[in-house]
Nanobody, 117 residues
């Protein structure tokens, strides 16, 4: 099993920045990729950014150039630096981890990000 604990959400004005953190514990060696999804009220959960064990990254078009995902392997932590935030970035952000060995996806509890206009 893998446990994920997120932190760093909050309320920020449009144009501001936030950094989300996701600390992983458990069967860390089995993780192939980690990332962030978000879900706004009335909308489906969508991928925001992901990073593989080889440090490859990909982003949703809506956040490309504004958000940066990174990982600290020594701390088993993934970060999402969010700059130039917009009201449409308001959502609950969920950290996830994928393990091909375990054949499973793991999710954090979610952290609220609210961007005021």
């Amino acid at each position: 099993q893998v446990q994920l604990v997120e932190s760093g959400g909050g309320l920020v004005q449009a144009g501001g920045s936030l950094r989300l953190s996701c600390a992983a514990s458990g069967i860390i060696f089995s993780i192939n990729a980690m990332g962030w999804y978000r879900q706004a009220p009335g909308k489906q959960r969508e991928l925001v950014a992901r990073i593989t064990s080889g440090a490859g990254t990909n982003y949703a078009d809506s956040v490309q150039g504004r958000f940066t995902i990174s990982r600290d392997n020594a701390k088993n932590t993934v970060y999402l630096q969010m700059n130039s935030l917009k009201p449409e970035d308001t959502a609950v952000y969920y950290c996830y981890a994928h393990s091909s060995i375990m054949g499973a996806d793991y999710w954090g509890q979610g952290t609220q990000v609210t961007v005021s206009s």
